[in-house]
């Protein structure tokens, strides 16, 4: 009995060390989505946890929309695009005229195809209608409607 409770006492603690071992390695090689959704929730969770001097600060409430934006992106979950849309109505709420915030949110409306609330974003740019950015929504907003020769123009153009 002595003999089978020492091998059964190695067996069990050969197998406990190669769990560890595979559970240590399943970390190490996360997917690149699982690490990027955690610098993002990390980033999110650094924001949220930095006192605001201004509860309508605009840096932080854009700051706070652009995290949103990003996690949204990644995952493509409903939950997440509503956190993002809540979080966009917070900011046009409190700063409507901030062109960063319009081109934040026609990026996040090309991003899911809202075509028509692109154009709407692209409207409040007016005053910024020749930055490279605004430019390069404009042609991707192009590509989206099949108009792909002002597409390339746009692009060209950048």
């Known amino acids: 009995m002595k003999g089978f409770a020492k091998t059964a006492t190695g067996t069990v603690m050969a ?5 560890i071992f595979w559970l240590g390695l399943a970390k190490i090689s996360a997917t690149d989505f699982q690490r990027e959704l955690a610098v ?3 980033s999110i969770d650094r924001h949220e946890n930095h006192p605001v001097s201004e509860p309508n600060d605009s840096k932080a409430l854009v700051k ?16 997440h695009i509503e956190e993002t849309m809540r979080d ?11 062109a960063v915030f319009y081109l934040l949110r026609a990026t996040f409306n090309l991003k899911f195809h809202r075509l028509d ?3 709407s974003d ?3 740019l007016l005053t910024s209608k020749d930055d490279p950015k605004v430019q390069v929504i404009k ?6 409607e099949g108009a ?4 390339m123009t746009g692009y060209q153009n950048v």
Do not use: M, N, P, R
């Not at 197998?15 to 769990?19: D, L, M, T, Y």
């Not at 109505?89 to 901030?98: I, M, R, T």
């Not at 042609?139 to 989206?144: E, K, R, S």
């Not at 792909?148 to 597409?151: E, G, I, M, N, T």
């Open 117 to 119: 609330a692109v154009k």
């Open 64 to 79: 706070s929309a652009y995290y949103s934006f990003q996690k949204s992106a990644l995952t493509g979950k409903q939950q």
């Open 148 to 151: 792909y020769s002002l597409a």
């Open 40 to 42: 993002i929730e990390s």
């Open 139 to 144: 042609a991707d907003l192009a590509v989206q």
């Open 122 to 124: 692209l409207t409040q």
């Open 15 to 19: 197998v406990s060390f190669a769990g």
């Open 88 to 98: 966009f109505d917070k900011v046009s709420v409190a700063h409507a005229d901030l």
